[in-house]
DNA sequence: GGGCCCGCAGGG
DNA sequence: CCCTGCGGGCCC
């Protein structure tokens, strides 16, 4: 057989070009290199800047009720978890980030203080609307749903299935979800493919029943809904957009279950590249940032067999206080 | 595990 | 109304 197929060898093409974008638009993390051995340098164990003040709001201009009750976090076995986890062994000691406010995720039946955290609704009434840019008041940034449906009770991303929800001057949201092999998820930025292209097929009876197809065009910025469209004004309008990780993306700083709320990013830009398919169609592509002074990502450890825990330095505290980053006054 | 069906929210 | 869409459950 051969050594490397096509579909690897332009995936790691495709993640090599994205990842050097990334670095190009300033990032400054650590960088996780899933196709290469980690070199583990003399780690300094030690942390600087110890007390990292939890009181940064994410430039939000409205930032009562950010507090979250944890009474009602408290569902021991009221919660209802999706049929697909029951009886899935996920070990959280290896996601627990201790510095991280934020939980990774919740596990069914456990549930320990250190990976405990802001939970939201799984469904009820919204009690906000879903297409305003920024921030959600009342929803910390870390909140964790069971599924997509609670997202889109507490209006942080709309659609039930949708991964990009927006409006004529950008994406108010968007869902990562690991849909597309060649995505780079930093952490702090990620490169994100757009939809369509897709021919939703059915059976005979039921047209057009399915939610998902594999690529069979290419996509644009025009056509679909203009969901990519939405994206691309972002980049111009520079307009926050509330990022959603959810359990199926390959990365880690996804949650190992579930979907979580990891705050507000911008579109730095966007274009067009051939896509994870057999016919090479095109997709469009977007790379977004985060924005600062928001509570830090949680890390969990490295997925990789080998054991390499690839993030020991994470912690250094980046906020440069230049670009103080308000979100654009809502209009 | 895979296939199929399903409801739903949103934008045009 | 029409269409889409990085869900989720159920059945096999």
């Known amino acids: 057989m051969p050594s490397i197929s096509s579909y690897e060898q332009l995936r790691l093409e495709n993640i090599k070009k994205n990842r050097e974008l990334l670095m190009q638009l300033g990032l400054d993390k650590p960088i996780f290199e899933p196709t290469e051995k980690v070199v583990k340098k003399p780690t300094a164990t030690k942390k600087r800047k110890g007390p990292d003040t939890p009181t940064s709001e994410n430039a939000e201009p409205d930032t009562k009720a950010q507090r979250v009750s944890p009474s009602q976090s408290t569902p021991e076995s009221g919660v209802r978890r ?6 899935k062994t996920v070990n959280y000691k290896r996601e627990i980030v201790k510095e991280s406010p934020i939980p990774v995720a919740y596990s069914s039946g456990v549930k320990v203080a250190e990976n405990e ?12 609307d879903p297409k305003t840019y920024g921030s959600i008041p009342g929803i910390a940034v870390g909140t964790w749903w069971p599924t997509r449906q609670g997202c889109s009770a507490d209006a942080i991303h709309a659609p039930w299935v949708g ?10 949201s968007v869902a990562l979800s690991g849909g597309y092999d060649d995505d780079v998820d930093l952490g702090y930025a990620f490169t994100y493919t757009g939809s369509g292209g897709r021919d ?9 029943n399915l939610r998902t197809a594999p690529q069979s065009s290419d996509q644009s910025f025009e056509n679909n809904a203009s969901f990519n469209k939405m994206l691309q004004r972002s980049c111009e309008t520079k307009k926050p957009v509330r990022v959603v990780r959810g359990f199926k993306c390959k990365s880690e700083y996804a949650p190992s279950e579930g979907y979580r709320y990891d705050g507000l990013y911008r579109v730095e830009r966007a274009w067009m590249e051939k896509g994870m398919n057999a016919k090479g169609y ?13 509570p830090p990502l949680p890390v969990r450890a490295s997925l990789d067999s080998m054991g390499n825990s690839a993030r020991e330095t994470l912690e250094e505290d980046e906020e440069n206080p230049e670009e103080v980053e ?4 809502e209009e």
């Open 163 to 172: 991964g990009i929800s927006g409006g004529k001057q950008g994406a108010y």
């Open 117 to 128: 955290g802001p939970m939201g609704r799984e469904d009820g009434p919204r009690r906000c």
């Open 82 to 87: 999706s049929s697909r986890n029951v009886g």
């Open 282 to 294: 095109l997709v469009c592509k977007f790379a977004f940032k985060r924005l600062p002074n928001q």
């Open 326 to 329: 308000d979100e654009p006054k």
């Open 200 to 208: 939703l097929k059915g059976t005979k009876t039921a047209p057009k």
